[in-house]
Each structure stands twice: as structure tokens, then as C-alpha cells.
């Protein structure tokens, strides 16, 4: 079904920011954003909490000022414009449903504000779109948080908005609703075709909804692209940490011979694709995802041509059923935490020596010189 | 390791047999209850009994009052003093009227604007009573006399012409007509429509007014389909506060009224404290009163239930 059965929407553009920036006092919340969302992507915000996310959402929609920059829909300069000639709506954290009206009314309001009349059948349609149509004469809080979420979602959207804002829309909901409603978004955004933008600092549910993601941190964008680009080949140690697990280990290029390049690390000589090594040489932090690394039980296990690190000794041991996640210490201190698939091999218990080792095309290099634990503990606490 | 069986003695507290706790329980509430219902029947139910009582009996002073059934009281209660219903009718609508629109954008400021003064604000807001209400009616005197600066710029801005020429003030006088009784009406029950509009404005989410002005209202429309409906409770609630003590008050007409601004409460304090016979009538203009106001009141709250209001 394509957007114009459900909206009849008109074409609006892409969303465009433009050295947005935003300072409270000496505070810098949203630092020189550049960015443009293409019309009619799943795009998400994805940060922790005060990476000035929410407060670029807000400028978007109007309900914040920015102190310099603009902002573009399509070619027309919306930055002075009050929030209520934008043609954007909001999604809000807590839903922010009008508890006088009934689920009806609440959904028929924007229609209602912009003095249209006939609001029975745009109205029916988007309940049934959310699926809630017998709830229409409820009372928003005799409905339940996931009911209340989707009518916040088919009131913003009734009003075919250029842009929807969503900001962290699935907060407060458990975490098998959250999956549920994960989805529900992602078929409703395919369905009407409207570009949204969603703030989010659950990685998983950036990375199973959006098209792009854009890793904000401080207040700048770290690093945009496609789901699967940020986890293959994250630019910097906070995207790697943040957007799941990495195991980094600093070291030095000592050559780039055709398609390899070679880094030694803790006195071992470790391999990478050389188009995944952003330096030729100094110092270098090689990244590799704990999924993607293996353990054996001696060198002699090892297939030929793998990076590994010997001398390791199991430290801990988690069986999770689907996989069994181990952290193991190496000679030189660092600890590499490795996930493997339970295919039925012996469980390692701690204390056991062990060899780890991984295909040296699944690594990514960092540039060197960057704090090894950005964006580690922040994910821990957000996720 | 050996077991210890556990003595039931020790574990459980001694407990009265079922049915002396169940009773124990039922008597609780009316416990409770006593003092409040003790109250209502010495000072509520008792002196409404009176009055009722009163507002049919015969008699004066000397010879004492005997309840003779005398519905005629009524017909003189409620015939020949039209004009004081008629000021305490028009006075105390008035003055609620001008409670709300005064009441209201204070309330609403404190409440959305306050920030972290809310409370100092509030507290400002019931200062005044502090000092006592005849006192404080007793200063509008001051504030309303004909040299004061307000009257002589009302004065001078040639106010008092059109004010004369409605019947709400007197020549070049404010004190003593009808517009000073309001003002002194206005100033002392201000906060009892400012305090239950504030509670209820201040309940309301902040983020919904950010939902309005997402969904196309500017912020007057936001006010009218959000804020305003969510106030209600306290509309409705700071006009009956101020409405009712209002519709019954004398001492504003008494300080700064003239014999021509006369209320039903003067003429009830008349008629009990200044006429040997007036007992019995006095009681059934206080019972007109009360049924006129009650039946007022429950047709207004009953109308504010539905949304004929808004």
C-alpha cells in the first residue's frame, strides 16, 4: 500500500539541519548539527541521556529555539516558524494525551485545530490503522501503556505531518511490549511512507526499526549510517562500545602489505583488512565484536591464518542457553570477552587456559589515542 | 542438626475469637466518625432546626415566641425585602464574576510561570487574611476616600462620570455606593477563588500545553481546549467558595455601602437585633436564603457536570 491511500499526503522533502546549535548558559546541548533525514526513511537519534538528542527533536518540532543554524522542510526555512505551522508532529515520551477527551476526540484534535469538519473518517481509518477502533470512546487513562502509545501515534500521525517526531516513544513500556510495538511502528512507517525521526538510547530498538542511525554523543553527530555499517565498521571507540560489545585492543601498524595490514599488539602479531585500517602506521586500536571471536583449547585448534592471542585464562563463564559467554584474561591484562553459539561444544569452566582467535576479515581498526571505554558505561546504564 | 518444631504460642500474637474482631472492625469507622458527627449535629443540625423552627412562631422579645405554625412570616420574607435579594443577587454574582477574571491569570501565572516562587507566591496570595477581615475592609475605606490618589485619578480620567451615570458610584464619591461594596467584596474573597484554582492548575501537566502547540493551537487555543477544560474542578470550585460566603455577606455593604447598597444579611441583623418582633421573619429570610442559594448552587454544579460550562 503505498502512503497516499491512507493520507493523501502532499510531497514535503527532505529534513535538512543546518549548523544547528543549541546553549543553555555555558551548556552546549546540541553543537553545529549538520544533517539531513531524506524524505521517507525510519531515521533514529541514537544516544545517551543528555547527548542532546531529545533537545534537537525539540527544535524540530519548535517547541525549543535553536541559539544559531536553521532548519530546513524540502527548501522552506522552518526555523522561526511557531510550532503550530509546522508541518510536524510529536510523538511524546509520556504521550501526553489529552486526559478530557476521549481516545476519539484526542485523535480528532489537529484535524479539529485546522477547522476540518468531516474528521469521522480520517479518524476510523487511523484507529483502525493502530488497530483500536473499539477503544474510541475510552477515557485515555482507562487505556493501557501500549494502547496510549499507539494513540499517541495515530493522533500525530492523523495529521499527515512532513516529519514525525518520536521521542523515545516506547520508554515506559516493558520489554516484550516494546519489541511488539517495535515492530508495530516500523510496519505503520512503512505503510503511510512518512519520514520518521525517533529519539531513542536502546540500541536494539534503533538498530531493528531505523533505516539510519545517528550516533549523537556531546551534543554531535559520532558517526551516521545504515544499522549494520555502524556495527561492522564503527569510526570511533564510543560508536564501537555504545552499538553493542567490542573488544579493543591498542597496538601499532607496522605495515600495510596489499590488502593486509599487520599490527602487533601486546608483543603478537595481529592482522586486519587494510581497507578497514584508517592509519598506515603509529599507533591503531584493532576492534572485534565478541560474537566473532572463538576460543580453542590449544594453538594447535586454531585454523591457519587467524589473529590470536595465546596464554588466555577463562575468568568467567555465563551459559545463557543460546550461547555461552566467557571473559577471558589474557598475559597481558586485558580481558576479551568472547560469545559462542551453543552448537554443543564443552562448556569452559574459569581457570581454564585457552587460546583466543577470530577471522582477521571480521575486525575493524580505530584511530589510535582514544579513550578505550567511551560509551561503554553509559550503555550499561541506558540499555 | 535437630529439628525445633516451632510452639504456636510463640509464633503467632494472641488474636480475640473471630467474631469480637469483626465487631471490633465494624465499630472502627463510627469511631472514627463521632467527633465529626458530633459537630455537624450541635453546630449544623441543631441550629438549622432552630432557625426552621423560628421562621414559624409568633411572638416578641417580652413574651417570648411561640410556634404557632405561621407560614405568613414567609410571605413577608420573601415579598418585602425584594430590593435587599435583589443587591445581595447582583452584588455577589458580580463579585464572582470579577474573583474569576481577576483569580484566574494570577492562579495561572503562579502555577505554569511560578517556577520555584510557587509557594512564596501562594503564600503572598493568602498573607492578607492574616490581618482581621473588619480591618482589612476598614483600610478600603481609606483607599476609597474621595482624596485618596485612586478616586482622584478615576477623577480626573473622568471615570466616575460614566461609573455616576450607570449607578455604581455616587457624584464624585466611591465610598459608600455599590461599586465600593463590590471592590471590598472582590479584595476579601479573592483567594478563596485563587487557592482552588491554583491546585487545579498547577495538577496539570506542563507537556500537554507542548502537545497543544505540536497539534496547530496557538496559546490562547491551547488555554481554551486544554488548560481551560482541565481547570474546571477549579472554576467550579473557587466560584461556589466565593459565591456562597459572598451572596450572605453584610459586612462590605454595612463599612462601605450607603442606605441605598442594603443587603439581606443587614436586614436579617436588623430585624434580629433591632426589632422586638422580628425574630420569626429574620429566621424565614434566613431560610429563603439558604434554599435559594442551595438550589442555585446544585443547578450550577449540575450544569458545570456536563460541558455546558466550557
Not at chain 1, 154 to 176: F, T
Not at chain 1, 193 to 207: N, R
Not at chain 2, 201 to 230: M, S
Request: hydrophobic share 40%.
Amino acid at each position: 500500500m503505498s502512503s497516499n491511500d491512507v493520507l493523501g499526503r502532499t510531497e514535503g522533502g527532505d529534513l535538512r539541519l543546518v549548523g544547528l546549535t543549541k546553549r543553555y548558559g555555558s551548556f552546549t546541548a546540541v553543537d553545529d548539527l549538520d544533517l539531513t533525514v531524506p524524505q521517507g526513511s525510519f531515521f533514529a537519534l541514537l544516544g545517551a541521556s543528555g547527548c542532546g538528542k531529545t533537545t534537537t527533536l525539540r527544535m524540530v518540532s519548535g517547541l525549543e529555539e535553536p541559539t544559531i543554524g536553521q532548519i530546513f522542510l524540502g527548501d522552506e526555512d522552518v526555523t522561526d516558524r511557531k510550532p503550530y505551522r509546522r508541518p510536524v508532529n510529536t510523538v511524546f515520551q509520556n504521550y501526553a494525551l489529552f486526559p478530557h477527551l476521549d481516545i476519539y476526540e484526542n485523535v480528532a484534535f489537529g484535524l479539529r485545530r485546522r477547522g476540518r469538519k468531516d474528521v469521522r473518517k480520517p479518524v476510523e481509518e487511523m484507529l483502525d490503522l493502530v488497530e483500536l477502533g473499539h477503544l474510541a470512546k475510552r477515557k485515555p487513562n482507562q487505556l493501557s501503556g501500549g494502547q496510549q502509545q499507539r494513540i499517541a501515534l495515530a493522533r500525530a500521525l492523523i495529521n499527515q505531518p512532513q516529519v514525525l517526531l518520536l521521542d523515545e516513544p516506547l520508554g515506559a513500556l516493558d520489554l516484550k511490549l516494546r519489541r511488539q510495538m517495535q515492530i508495530e511502528l516500523k510496519r505503520i512507517q512503512l505503510e503511510v511512507g512518512l519520514t520518521f525521526v525517533h529519539v531513542t538510547h536502546d540500541q536494539e530498538e534503533a538498530m531493528t526499526m531505523a533505516d539510519t542511525i545517528a550516533v549523537m554523543n556531546a551534543g554531535r553527530i559520532e558517526q551516521m549510517g545504515s544499522p549494520a555499517e555502524l556495527y561492522e565498521n564503527p569510526r570511533t571507540t564510543f560508536v564501537a562500545n555504545f552499538l553493542g560489545q567490542s573488544n579493543l585492543i591498542p597496538g601499532t601498524v607496522e605495515g600495510v602489505t596489499g590488502e593486509t595490514a599487520t599490527i602487533s599488539a601486546h608483543g603478537q602479531r595481529l592482522t586486519l583488512d587494510a581497507a578497514r585500517c584508517p592509519v598506515t602506521s603509529g599507533p591503531v586500536i584493532l576492534g572485534v565484536r565478541p560474537e566473532k571471536v572463538q576460543i580453542a583449547l590449544s594453538a594447535e585448534e586454531v585454523p591457519a591464518g587467524s589473529n590470536q592471542l595465546a596464554g588466555g585464562v577463562v575468568l568467567d563463564t555465563s551459559f545463557i542457553g543460546v550461547s555461552t559467554q566467557y571473559l577471558v584474561k589474557l598475559p597481558s591484562g586485558e580481558e576479551i570477552s568472547v560469545f559462542e553459539q551453543n552448537t554443543g561444544r564443552e562448556i569452559q569452566r574459569p581457570g581454564a587456559e585457552v587460546v583466543v582467535f577470530w577471522d582477521p576479515s571480521q575486525g575493524f581498526g580505530l584511530e589510535g589515542g582514544q579513550d578505550i571505554e567511551a560509551g561503554a558505561d553509559i550503555e550499561e546504564v541506558a540499555a | 542438626m535437630t529439628a525445633v518444631a516451632p510452639t504456636s504460642a510463640a509464633e503467632k500474637p494472641v488474636e480475640p475469637p473471630p467474631a469480637q474482631r469483626k465487631l471490633r472492625r465494624n465499630l472502627t469507622p463510627w469511631v472514627l466518625l463521632l467527633p465529626g458527627l458530633l459537630w455537624l449535629v450541635v453546630f449544623f443540625l441543631v441550629p438549622i432546626l432552630t432557625s426552621v423552627s423560628a421562621s414559624v412562631q409568633q411572638g416578641d422579645y417580652d413574651d417570648g415566641f411561640k410556634l404557632t405554625w405561621h407560614w405568613a412570616n414567609y410571605a413577608d420574607a420573601i415579598t418585602k425585602y425584594g430590593t435587599q435579594y435583589l443587591h445581595s443577587g447582583i452584588y455577589s454574582v458580580l463579585c464572582t464574576v470579577l474573583c474569576l477574571a481577576l483569580g484566574y491569570p494570577v492562579a495561572y501565572f503562579i502555577a505554569f510561570k511560578g517556577g520555584r516562587w510557587k509557594s512564596l507566591l501562594m503564600a503572598l496570595v493568602i498573607v492578607p487574611s492574616f490581618t482581621s477581615f473588619l480591618i482589612r475592609t476598614i483600610a478600603w475605606k481609606t483607599i476609597l476616600a474621595d482624596n485618596s490618589p485612586l478616586v482622584r485619578t478615576l477623577s480626573d480620567l473622568h471615570v466616575l462620570k460614566i461609573t455616576t451615570a450607570l449607578g455604581w458610584t455616587v457624584g464624585d464619591h466611591v465610598l459608600a455606593s455599590p461599586a465600593a461594596v463590590v471592590c471590598g467584596m472582590v479584595y476579601n474573597f479573592l483567594p478563596f477563588t485563587i487557592l482552588p484554582l491554583y491546585t487545579s492548575l498547577e495538577k496539570i501537566d506542563p507537556r500537554l500545553h507542548e502537545a497543544g502547540h505540536d497539534l496547530y493551537c496557538n496559546t490562547f487555543t491551547t488555554w481554551r481546549r486544554i488548560t481551560l477544560p482541565l481547570s474546571m474542578p477549579g472554576v467550579i470550585g473557587g466560584t461556589l467558595l466565593t459565591f456562597i460566603p459572598a451572596v450572605g455577606d453584610y459586612i462590605n455593604a454595612q463599612l462601605l455601602g450607603n442606605p441605598n447598597t442594603g443587603v439581606v444579611g443587614q436586614k436579617i441583623e436588623d430585624l434580629f437585633l433591632r426589632n422586638t418582633q422580628g425574630y420569626p421573619v429574620g429566621s424565614a429570610i434566613s431560610v429563603v436564603m439558604m434554599v435559594g442559594t442551595l438550589i442555585l448552587v446544585m443547578s450550577y454544579i449540575r450544569k458545570a457536570g456536563t460541558e455546558d460550562l466550557i
